[in-house]
């Protein structure tokens, strides 16, 4: 694996999950990393200093709300301060909400788009110019396999998913010759806080068990029958900020243990 040294890695939604995996993994390799989500101010200071173990160049941690466009500036603002303009930014913060489309609350609609779509927009449009006058960057979006088909009770989801999957490609497109790679990592279901803290509205949206809905409803679909590990996860997004993958631009990458072979 190639060293990060010298190199600035912001991830949205990193305070747990799957983008914990990925700022851990970065700074393993000597990048200076932001983290950003919400949670218990302890535990995260804590795995602000976890990172700098790993990374001599240092970690840090800003509170950026993702549904607010100023907060997402000034975290690209913060991260230039402290460590230089990102070179790598990973958009990944997500929330889920499980309802049946004529039942879903509006607030909870508008806050999953804003915090998975609008919120890739918002830091990308603030990362893009440090990463043009340096011409190298890195951006990975956090998509789904629901950024390539769709399940039932997740309009909101399924539609910024699908969304983060356009955006990607058009601004592949805009960069192309500017040393920016734009691609979007699809995983299958992965065992993490987001996919636990669903069970029970879907256990009540379709009048099921716990283990019903592990089985029948999250497995149920992919054919693996296995939840994909974040740090499996870890090594396609190391794989695409490496030299190696310089070619791979505008990509919905699947890690889906097969789900959308079907
Ligand atoms: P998670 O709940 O562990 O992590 C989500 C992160 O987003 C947390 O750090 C949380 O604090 C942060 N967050 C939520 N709202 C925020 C806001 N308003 N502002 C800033 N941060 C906010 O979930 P995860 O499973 O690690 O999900 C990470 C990404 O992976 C999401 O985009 C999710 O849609 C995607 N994904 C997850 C799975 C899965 O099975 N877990 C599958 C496909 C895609």
Redesign the pocket.
Known sequence: MASLTGRTALI??????????FAHALAAQGAAVM?????DAAAIAAEVEALKTKSSAGAAYC??????PE?IRAMVADCTAQFGAPDILI??????HVAPVDEFPEDKWD?IL???LS?AFHATKAALPGMKAKGWGRVIN?????SLVASPYKSA?NAA?HGIAGFTKTVALEVATQGITVNC???????????E?QIPDTMKARGLTYDQVVNDV?LDKQPQKQ??Q?EQ?ASLMMYLVSDGAAAITGATLSM?GGWTAQ
């Open positions: 949205t939604g990193s305070t747990s999950g799957i983008g914990l995996g983290i950003n989500g919400f949670g509170p950026a709300d993702m549904t607010r907060d958009n990944n913060a997500g929330i889920q806050a804003a915090i998975i919120s956090t998509g789904s396999m629901h989801y998913k990592i699809c995983p299958g279901y992965v065992w993490t806080p987001l996919v803290n999250l939840f994909v974040v996860l889906d």
